[in-house]
């Protein structure tokens, strides 16, 4: 049975929840590099089209947490801030970018996490929520396998 006819059910006890290291050194990068999956469970989806308490219905996994590849704007990917604004409000940028460091090798950066709270209202005034979000990206210089 292939994936479009297979039923759709949960499988007990299945829980999703990568480290970072894989998040970025094996989905992400799998999704970069055109790799197609076995396993669709992260979705693809602008985000920023959505107010936070969408995204759950959005997901294709998860009950805490939810994840999504997100398309980067194509007027944003020579380093201009995206637009993080949703209809009900905004996402905001906490503190700088973190560095994530390889476990398996430690003095190489597998990417960077920028956190981010969601406000409700318009900026620079808002109403600050409890909606936290963790955005990962590969290194400025990652490139691509040939």
């Not at 190489?108 to 709270?117: E, M, P, S």
């Amino acid at each position: 049975m292939d994936d479009k006819t297979s039923p759709n059910f949960e499988l007990p006890g299945f829980r999703f929840h990568p480290t970072e290291e894989e998040l970025l050194d094996f989905y992400l990068k799998n999704m970069v590099n055109g790799r197609k999956m076995q396993h669709d469970i992260i979705g693809f989806l602008n985000i920023y089209r959505f107010d936070p308490w969408d995204l759950p219905g959005l997901a294709k996994i998860g009950e805490r947490e939810w994840y999504f590849f997100v398309p980067r704007d194509r007027k944003h990917s020579n380093g201009g801030r995206p637009n993080r604004t949703t209809e009900h409000g905004f996402w905001k940028a906490t503190g700088s970018d973190r560095k994530i460091w390889s476990l398996s090798e430690p003095k190489r950066v597998i990417g960077l996490r920028k956190t981010l709270v969601f406000y409700q209202g318009r900026a620079p005034r808002g109403t600050k929520t409890d909606w936290i979000m963790n955005e990962y990206r590969l290194p400025d210089n990652y490139v691509l396998p040939k």
